[in-house]
């Protein structure tokens, strides 16, 4: 089993920066590629940034590529996500995920991954 505990997430006026954290217990991590997703009131949960099992690799949603940057520290167990120039249409529910896939294109579909945290809100106001 493999648990993921996401934090970072608060409410920040536009422009601003945040950095989510999610710390992964469990089975080795190097061997998954993690995920982070969002989910925002009333939409469906939407792919935002991912990275490959040693980090060799990353890709990110058009909407937040360039100013979004996700990270892995395997010595720490945990990958990052770096939100700069946030927006209001930032604002969601973030989550963290798992997976034992390392293709990057499967990443970005939800189904892909095998564990989940229980997310981070993060809220942008203009």
């Known amino acids: 089993q493999v648990q993921l505990v996401e934090s970072g997430g608060e409410t920040i006026q536009t422009g601003g920066s945040l950095r989510l954290s999610c710390a992964v217990s469990?089975?080795?991590?190097?061997?998954?590629?993690m995920g982070w997703f969002r989910q925002a009131p009333g939409k469906e949960r939407e792919f935002v940034a991912a990275?490959?099992?040693?980090?060799?690799?990353?890709d990110y949603a058009e909407s937040v590529k360039g100013r979004f940057t996700i990270s892995r520290d395997s010595a720490k167990n945990t990958v990052f996500l770096q939100m700069n120039s946030l927006k209001p249409e930032d604002t969601a529910v973030y989550y963290c995920?798992?997976?034992?896939?390392?293709?990057?294109?499967?990443?970005?579909?939800?189904?892909?991954?095998?564990?989940w945290g229980q997310g981070t809100q993060v809220a942008v106001s203009s």
């Open positions: 990275i490959s099992w040693y980090g060799a690799s990353t």
């Open positions: 995920a798992a997976s034992r896939t390392n293709g990057l294109l499967r990443l970005r579909l939800s189904r892909t991954y095998d564990y």
């Open positions: 469990g089975r080795a991590f190097t061997t998954y590629s």
